[in-house]
Structure formats: structure tokens, C-alpha cells
Nanobody, 127 residues
Framework: QVQLQESGGGSVQSGGSLTLSCAASGFTYSDACMGWFRQAPGKERERVAIIDGDGTTQYADSVKGRFTLSRESASSTLRLQMIHLKPEDTAMYYC?????????????????????WGQGTQVTVSS
């Protein structure tokens, strides 16, 4: 049974940092696409950072240079380190996995919905 559980959200001031964690179970990382998505009130959900089965990462232009995605196989955890946070980063952040693919994960995330999702963790950045 696939399970994804996010943690690490919170409230910070502009310029601050947070690290989100996603505890994943029920599948093998190298056989799946995984990533973080976010949705702000009144906006569509968007891709933030995606990792392919081989460990290749891709980021939204708005977070490049500020967010770092990593995958820790030993602890089965996907982490999103976020620095220099901005008010526009405020959103509900979701961890997701797509088990039917392990490559082209960024493109797939733009075309279809990943098949497993966590419940989300809120990030609020105040100015």
C-alpha cells in the first residue's frame, strides 16, 4: 500500500527557510516519479520540484536556486529544502508519486495527475 505523509510546513518571514519532508512507503523510489506540488488559494496546483527514478531533478523557474529536492532511500524520505522564501511561496504543499513512470517525470506531471498524493502541509511566508 502506497503512503505519502508530508511534514515540516509552517509560518516564516520573507527570506526565511523551511524543509519539507515526505515519508513514503509501499514502492521503490527508483521505479517511480516523485515530487512536490503546491496550490495557493484561488490558483491552480503547480509543479514545484520533481525527481525521476534515476535521481534527475527539475524545478519550476520560480524556485530555481532557492529550493533543493533530495531523496533519501535509507529513510524513504523525500525532502524539499527551501531558502530565501517569498510571500508568493505561500501555499499548501503536496508530495506526490507516479508509479507508472520513472522518466520524463516533469513532463508527465504537466500532462496528467500523479496517482498518489499526500494530504499536504501548509507553508505561509509573511512579508
Amino acid at each position: 500500500q502506497v503512503q505519502l505523509q508530508e511534514s515540516g510546513g509552517g509560518s516564516v518571514q520573507s527570506g526565511g527557510s523551511l524543509t519539507l519532508s515526505c515519508a513514503a512507503s509501499g514502492f521503490t523510489y527508483s521505479d517511480a516519479c516523485m515530487g512536490w506540488f503546491r496550490q495557493a488559494p484561488g490558483k491552480e496546483r503547480e509543479r514545484v520540484a520533481i525527481i525521476d527514478g534515476d535521481g534527475t531533478t527539475q524545478y519550476a523557474d520560480s524556485v530555481k536556486g532557492r529550493f533543493t529536492l533530495s531523496r533519501e532511500s535509507a529513510s524513504s524520505t523525500l525532502r524539499l529544502q527551501m531558502i530565501h522564501l517569498k510571500p508568493e511561496d505561500t501555499a499548501m504543499y503536496y508530495c506526490a508519486a507516479e508509479l507508472a513512470h520513472l522518466r520524463w517525470c516533469w513532463n508527465i506531471a504537466g500532462l496528467t495527475q500523479y496517482n498518489y498524493w499526500g494530504q499536504g502541509t501548509q507553508v505561509t511566508v509573511s512579508s
